[in-house]
Nanobody, 126 residues
């Protein structure tokens, strides 16, 4: 059974950095698009970043220039480097992977992702 496990969240001050990791097990997602989403209290889950199997990326406007998504296919892992963090980045961050049909598309819609991790909390203090 496929499983995604996020790690790397925590408490950081404004302007600080964190690196999130998402390791997959149970099946390989090396050829699949991988995405990061986040959900703040009282808000809907929103797109953060995505990367295709060959390295094409997309970012939410709110994180462009500050966040970088990358992947290590050999480790079946995707990363999210977050720099210049702001209090509005505070949320639970989720990684995701699509099903076979959408596997190769650069996806920004949560509903098109089939596999989700349990989330890792990021808190940015002002």
């Amino acid at each position: 059974q496929a499983q995604l496990v996020e790690s790397g969240g925590g408490l950081v001050q404004t302007g600080g950095s964190l690196r999130l990791s998402c390791a997959a097990s149970g099946r390989t997602f090396s050829n699949y698009t991988r995405g990061w989403f986040r959900q703040a209290p009282g808000k809907e889950r929103e797109f953060v970043a995505a990367v295709t199997r060959n390295g094409s990326t997309d970012y939410a406007d709110s994180v462009k220039g500050r966040f970088t998504i990358s992947r290590d296919n050999a480790k079946n892992t995707v990363y999210l480097q977050m720099n210049s963090l702001k209090p509005e980045d505070t949320a639970v961050y989720y990684c995701a992977a699509p099903n076979d049909y959408w596997a190769y598309r650069l996806l920004t819609t949560p509903g098109l992702y089939a596999y989700w991790g349990q989330g890792t909390r990021v808190t940015v203090s002002s």
